[in-house]
């Protein structure tokens, strides 16, 4: 059960345009720490992704029309997690270097 904690906390919502670039998204987290409800996160345009936080020393592709198409059919099943184009994860790199998973 604890992988399954570690898993679930190694992936982070996206948003993805239509053309396979991704765009903002905006999370609202609960008022207090002691809630325990989730972040909800929305997209104001795109689609809502799942996608994978980079581990540390990883590096996602560089952002090219090749990825955003390649993005556009991975994503179909809603989520980027275990997806690789050109032999790299498609992940993304956290805003707060904390956050990155070891």
Request: charged content about 25%; overall charge positive.
């Amino acid at each position: 059960m604890s992988i399954a904690l570690w898993l679930a906390a190694a992936i982070t919502t996206v948003c993805l345009e239509p053309g396979g670039s991704l765009s903002p998204v905006i999370c609202k987290a609960p008022a207090s720490r002691l809630d325990a409800r989730r972040e909800v996160c929305e997209c104001p345009t795109g689609r809502r992704t799942e996608v994978p936080i980079c581990v540390s020393g990883e590096k996602p592709p560089p952002e090219t029309r090749a990825l955003n198409a390649f993005r556009r059919e991975a994503a179909a099943d809603g989520s980027l997690a275990g997806d690789r184009f050109q032999d790299r994860p498609l992940c993304v790199i956290p805003s707060a270097p904390a956050a990155r998973r070891p």
